[in-house]
């Protein structure tokens, strides 16, 4: 049997992943590794998650549960024993860090772990063979929730946002809600939730090159001006950079410049154009 232990840990800014950049095949991880012979599960999950974070030191990892999962390795049947532990972290950790693994549990060279934050909505479909599988049993941790908006339910608050703020207070009633540009497998619809609440929307259009165009943000108008859009751009770049996405491209509406340059956009050119709106783009640190 192959003991693993895995670490969920947290901050109001989701749940720490991270990617290996030397090898993007490598699907999104949580920190943990491999149980040594003789050692118990907690001091693994402690040595671990200090091992490949850098963040050593740290207490307050609590059990979540267990599972076993068979696998099949050079024409034998295993047994992968994965226990799960959860860690709250401290709020004043970097938006993006990268650490050095300098004990490959295969062996070799150091490999280079890039962390970062991932709503735990999206996590759960983004994380490396079935490790989201606990996610369930963590506890409320935020507020706020950016997910694809793919029940019925969803995608009607999802256009009916859209439409009432985008459109319809702008004195437009031209609204199409299966347009093309929504059923493009790259293009994400995505709805903000605040306490289970639908109160915004956007569209995360994936292009070449590791870019993205961020379209039609929108948040619901009794709860505007109350820093719920910085809130959704902030899980938006998180999303991106959970997809490889390193750059940013927005046309905003000129009354909306400011907003964008407050969170790090600036001027730049996406196309050639007579367009009404500001094209602006920010790099994902």
């Known amino acids: 049997m192959i003991e693993k232990a895995l670490i969920y840990a947290t901050s109001s800014r989701g749940l720490l992943v991270f990617d290996e950049p030397d090898f993007p095949e490598v699907p999104l991880q949580v920190p943990g590794g491999t149980v040594e012979v003789g050692e118990q599960v907690i001091d693994a999950a402690r040595r671990e998650f200090g091992e490949e974070t850098g963040l050593v030191d740290r207490t ?3 059990l979540l549960g267990d599972s076993h999962r068979p696998f099949e390795r050079d024409w034998q049947l295993h047994n992968l024993h994965r226990t799960y532990f959860h860690l709250p972290l401290e709020e004043n950790l970097p938006e993006t860090w990268t650490h050095f693994e ?4 295969g ?3 150091p490999i280079l772990f890039r962390f970062f934050w991932i709503d735990i909505a999206l996590a759960r479909a983004r994380l490396d063979l079935g490790s989201g599988e606990m996610l369930d049993r963590l506890p409320l941790i935020s507020r706020y929730d950016l997910s694809l908006a793919e029940s019925a339910d969803d995608q009607s608050a999802y256009h009916w946002l859209r439409r009432t703020v985008l459109f319809e207070a702008r004195g437009r009633f031209d609204y199409i809600a299966d347009e ?3 059923i493009k497998e790259q293009n994400l619809s995505l709805l903000f939730k605040l306490d289970g609440q639908a109160i915004g929307t956007v569209r995360l259009d994936q292009k070449a090159e590791a870019k993205a165009i961020v379209r039609l943000v929108a948040i619901a ?3 505007q001006r109350r820093g719920h859009g910085t809130a959704l751009l902030e899980r938006v770049e998180r999303l991106a950079l959970s997809r490889g996405i390193r750059e940013l491209l ?6 909306a410049v400011g907003f964008y340059r407050k969170l790090g956009f600036s001027p730049f050119e996406i196309e050639a154009g007579n367009f009404e709106s500001v094209q602006l783009h920010k790099v994902i640190p």
């Open 107 to 109: 062996g070799g060279a």
């Open 250 to 255: 927005v046309h905003s509406a000129p009354e």
């Open 60 to 62: 307050g990892f609590r």
């Open 102 to 105: 300098t004990t490959p549990s």
């Open 221 to 223: 108008p009794d709860v």
């Open 180 to 182: 093309p540009e929504e």
